[in-house]
């Protein structure tokens, strides 16, 4: 069984997503749906996923955890709640009795879109990250390379909680840039309170013109830092068909991990994420 760990859907009838804007973004202006995505997926061998916040409204998680209620496909859902609301505890409680809120598996918030650089360590969202430890939920990062030493000292600060990497950190893989990126990852990833997801690559290189020998370095990178035990494989689609085809993420991921061995790309491709989520 393969876990595909991060993927989004959205129906711009029912929700803008005020994310999408330029001329580079304008293929992802239409909706995607499960419906579209689910073929692809299974005929890449996967058939579990997890199903990723996309927008900062209230509205959508319960949404997703109702999707994730009505389709075998979705074994798990991170959504989002506002971390630093008083009433935390009562609000993620409040999810999980929804329909559907037992795939409630963590919580990710657009860290990227703040402005403050030490956001995570603010004192009313170190209250909310303990929320979600307490509730046994985990925290995905959404962070650009300039938030990692960040994340860093918010996992360091709050071992109780397992903080899971997106897209590695987004390296900056289209100017073929490695540092500072590649030691700050080696800082999160000395933390054994952390994951991370080989993810959303293709669009940090050049969508146009990307090779696997230009992931390499940085997914070498990662193996490196974290091991296949703590990494996990994630689509990032539909963001991903700007650069590539669903199949072609799964294959270029697969000839990067081919040299490992059976029981470390198991783990890449659904251990790790069938543990850290509880799927």
């Known amino acids: 069984m393969n876990v595909d760990a991060h993927h989004h859907v959205w129906d711009l009838s029912v929700r803008n997503q005020d994310w999408i804007r330029g001329p580079e973004l304008r293929p992802l ?10 073929p692809e997926a299974r005929a890449a ?11 900062t409204v209230p509205e959508e998680t319960p949404e997703f955890l109702a999707l994730a209620a009505e389709h075998q496909l979705i074994a798990g859902v991170v959504g989002w709640t506002d971390l630093t609301r008083p009433d935390i505890t009562d609000e ?34 170190r209250r909310g990250l303990a929320a979600l430890a307490e509730a046994g939920l985990v925290h995905d990062l959404v962070v650009l390379p300039h938030q990692l030493p ?30 500072p990126w590649a030691s700050d990852l080696r800082a999160l990833a ?29 997914t070498d990178a990662a193996l490196e830092a974290f091991g296949p035990g703590r990494l996990m494989f994630g689509s990032d689609w539909p963001v991903c068909t700007l650069a590539a085809p669903y199949t072609r993420v799964v294959d270029a991921v697969r000839a ?22 509880g799927l």
């Open 92 to 125: 993620l409680s409040r999810l999980r009795e929804l329909p559907g809120g037992a795939f409630l598996k963590g919580i990710r918030h657009q860290v990227q879109s703040e402005p403050d650089p030490r956001w995570l360590l603010r004192p009313e969202v």
């Open 256 to 277: 990067l991990t081919a040299e490992l061995t059976a029981g470390e790309r198991e783990q890449i491709f659904a251990g790790t994420a069938t543990r850290v989520y």
């Open 150 to 179: 960040a994340c860093a000292e918010a996992a360091a600060l709050m071992p109780q909680l397992t903080f899971v990497l997106d897209h590695l950190g987004k390296p900056p893989i289209a100017t073929g840039e490695r540092e």
């Open 29 to 38: 202006r239409r909706d995607f749906s499960l419906a579209d995505m689910e």
């Open 190 to 218: 000395a933390l054994p309170n952390t994951v991370a997801k080989i993810s959303g690559l293709v669009t940090e290189a050049d969508p146009a013109s990307w090779t696997t020998a230009d992931l390499r370095p940085y």
């Open 45 to 55: 061998g996967v058939d579990r996923t997890v199903l990723v916040q996309t927008v």
